[in-house]
Nanobody, 129 residues
Framework: QVQLVESGGGLVHTGGSLRLSCAAS????????MGWFRQAPGKEREFVAA????????PDAASLKGRVTISRDNAKNTVYLQMNSLKPEDTAVYYC??????????????????????WGQGTQVTVSS
């Protein structure tokens, strides 16, 4: 059974940094695009960043551009999200996810939540002003 477990969320002040981790088990995802999404209260889930099986990425979300770095360690079946210069509007539950098909490269579909088949339970990130 596939399981994605996020960690690293928490409470930080404006301008702070966090590194989120997502460890996958039950299956190897080295051939899959892995991504991060977030959902704030009362808002729809939105794309944050993704990293492909090639190591490349679609463009990061505009609201986070230049402030996030996504990486992966295939040996550990883990994806990371480094977030810097955090703002109160970054407060949300952050989810990691894995695309349903391997070997995908599409700048649009790699940002669509509906194309991701496996999801973690989410980790809360709260940025105080």
């Amino acid at each position: 059974q596939v399981q994605l477990v996020e960690s690293g969320g928490g409470l930080v002040h404006t301008g702070g940094s966090l590194r989120l981790s997502c460890a996958a088990s039950g299956r190897t995802f080295s051939s899959y695009t892995m991504g991060w999404f977030r959902q704030a209260p009362g808002k729809e889930r939105e794309f944050v960043a993704a990293i492909r099986w090639t190591g490349g990425s679609p463009p990061d979300a505009a609201s986070l551009k230049g402030r996030v770095t996504i990486s992966r360690d295939n040996a550990k079946n883990t994806v990371y999200l480094q977030m810097n210069s955090l703002k109160p509007e970054d407060t949300a539950v952050y989810y990691c996810a894995v695309r349903g098909s391997p070997y995908t490269i599409d700048n649009y579909l790699d940002t669509e939540a509906s194309k991701y088949a496996y999801w973690g339970q989410g980790t809360q990130v709260t940025v105080s002003s």
